[in-house]
Nanobody, 114 residues
Framework: VQLVESGGGLVQPGGSLRLSCGAS????????MGWYRQAPGKQRELVAT???????NYGDSVKGRFTISRDSAKDTVYLQMNSLKPADTAVYYC?????????WGQGTQVTVSA
């Protein structure tokens, strides 16, 4: 499975961004897709996931601010990020969980700074 992310960039605190992740396989074959992030000097952490059944899960630091969604017709997952903070600055990675194997995108940089 190939994953292609887009939508990262520079945004001011309090602003919004929407990330997209397109998959080369039908989402019907993927158990769950999600977003993880890694800031310099820190471990990669969960941002949000969504299963093939539509169940979502969020990291504590983004609950209430970020929303994950999907468009099965386009095999694409989105991450709407609102009320962004400097602490959200990181490389955001798309993830596809196919149970026996996990795939990662190349990452997209999100920088929140005045």
């Amino acid at each position: 499975v190939q994953l292609v992310e887009s939508g990262g960039g520079l945004v001011q605190p309090g602003g919004s961004l929407r990330l997209s992740c397109g998959a080369s396989e039908s989402m019907s074959k993927i158990y769950a897709m999600g977003w993880y992030r890694q800031a310099p000097g820190k471990q990669r952490e969960l941002v949000a996931t969504i299963t093939s059944g539509g169940s979502t899960n969020y990291g504590d630091s983004v609950k209430g601010r970020f929303t994950i969604s999907r468009d099965s017709a386009k095999d694409t997952v989105y991450l709407q990020m609102n009320s962004l903070k400097p602490a959200d600055t990181a490389v955001y990675y798309c993830n596809a969980n196919m149970i026996l194997k996990t795939y990662w995108g190349q990452g997209t940089q999100v920088t929140v700074s005045a």
